[in-house]
């Protein structure tokens, strides 16, 4: 059999062609886990106040106590610079940490888990491409019952589905991708959704604004009801918002606004337009959220 044996000049110009092949690939992947990072509002959720991007700390109070959030920079000791991509895909899949135990749903993984697995590599790629800070995790500030782990597991049972994303036969593939933007990687329902006593979204009240949000906030109905939602907006309004945190009536304020600058007002004209396109399009909800007194 012969053997087909190239110069040495044309096998390196081979190598090198193969190498400037990869390291675009692997920029791309970069770039796209960048803009995905901003749609699902990482930066906001995990810089903490005057710190560093993506370092943790920041704090966010719930009606179970005071979380704080983790340190996803690629830091070996203190971050996830040690974490396998299987163990990456777990985390947002499952909620589980790479020592085996449970996240709070504070972390939303019962809406990440529906992030594509190159979606979720993609992201991680990018985190790993940022530079380490070495930064220790704060603990929790969170009473007894609600601080062990292990009653999550039963939680679980009760109220989470893990599994990616998947396009509902009966709608159009641009429905699809519209909703798995917003419930997947946006993840808004986890803000804009009531809860029950022990956490969980009310499925039925899906996007119909809550008055005990993040850090006790108001979090409006952003169903399409024309009396207590968005159902009296256009398109245009709700993109508006997104970009530049501006409604018809005010500005937005608080996690919404942090949500915004970070993230949302860098996201694609097309992607903002598939945001409002899905939620013009669900079924308008009747719920007036006002303050608690």
Known sequence: ?????????????????????AAAAESDTVERGEYLVRAGGCISCHTGAGGLKLAGGQALATPFGTFYSPNITPDPETGIGRWS??????????????DGANYFPVFPYPSFTGITDSDALAIKAYLFSLPAVHRQ???????????????QTGWKLLF????????????????????????????????HTPRNFL????????????????????????????VTGIGKWEREDVVELLRTGTTPESKVKGAMRETIQDGLKYLSDGDLEAIADYLLAQPPIVHQVAPKH
């Open 1 to 21: 059999m012969r053997v087909l044996r190239l110069p040495p000049i044309r096998v390196g110009l081979a190598l090198m062609l193969l190498g400037s092949a």
């Open 85 to 98: 991509d299987a163990q990456f895909l777990r985390a947002l899949r499952e909620g589980v940490r790479p």
């Open 137 to 151: 995790n704060r603990p929790h500030d969170v009473p007894f019952p609600f601080s062990w782990r292990f009653l």
């Open 160 to 191: 989470f589905t893990p599994g990616p994303f998947r396009p509902a036969p009966e709608r159009s593939a641009a429905y699809s991708r519209n909703a798995y933007l917003v419930t997947a990687l946006a993840h808004c329902g986890e803000c």
């Open 199 to 226: 956490g969980a979204v009310r499925s039925g009240e899906r996007l119909a604004g809550t008055p005990d949000g993040p850090d006790g906030q108001l979090v409006p109905n952003i169903t399409p009801d024309p």
